[in-house]
């Protein structure tokens, strides 16, 4: 695995990880590590400015879980090393082939079965395999953050809902 970051790092904060999601970390060996200290999620109110509920989902028969992203990328990482995956750092990606061919910016040139590109909505890698039809710009977004339980949260007989 190649990253260009000097270390594995995350943007964004938390996300939530359902039953398919939680089958997967189960199947690469990642899932105690990346659930340890998670939140069980039941259900998830998201609320306006004023803190006013205006939506609630509740999730039930499968397992969700409110976990922070970096305890996922950290697990992953784990579990790939302990069957040998090599996790290279420092390492910015320059071009790939459809072939399993990929290049670094060095000019060194590797091969591969498969290459798995994430590298954001500005891929250098996709756009060099023509791998875009079309590209939308909107002009709105939003911003998400993790903020703290407060103690009364954290001790309420609901404490498996999340709130956004």
């Not at 000097?6 to 943007?11: A, D, N, S, V």
């Not at 750092?89 to 061919?101: H, K, M, P, Y």
């Not at 091969?111 to 891929?123: E, K, Q, R, T, Y």
Request: proline share 1%; aromatic share 4%; glycine share 10%.
């Amino acid at each position: 695995m190649h990253e260009r970051g000097e270390r594995l790092r995350t943007t964004g904060a938390g996300i939530y990880i359902y039953e398919n999601g939680l089958r997967v970390l189960t199947a690469v060996g990642a899932y105690d590590a990346a659930v340890k200290g998670a939140p069980f999620a039941h259900t998830r109110e998201v609320r306006d400015d004023r803190n006013r509920v205006i939506s609630v989902h509740r999730w039930v028969g499968s397992r969700v879980f409110s976990i922070v992203r970096q305890t996922v990328i950290n697990a992953l990482a784990a579990a790939a090393a302990r069957f040998g995956a090599e996790i290279v750092t420092g390492s910015v990606a320059a071009g790939a082939s459809a072939d399993g061919e990929l290049v670094l910016a060095d000019g060194q040139r590797l091969s591969a079965d498969l290459i798995v590109a994430a590298d954001g909505s500005n891929s250098a890698l996709r756009d060099g395999l023509g791998l875009l039809s079309k590209r939308k710009y909107l002009v709105d977004g939003s911003t998400r953050l993790l903020i703290a339980k407060t103690p009364e949260e954290r001790l309420s007989a609901d404490g498996a809902t999340t709130v956004e």
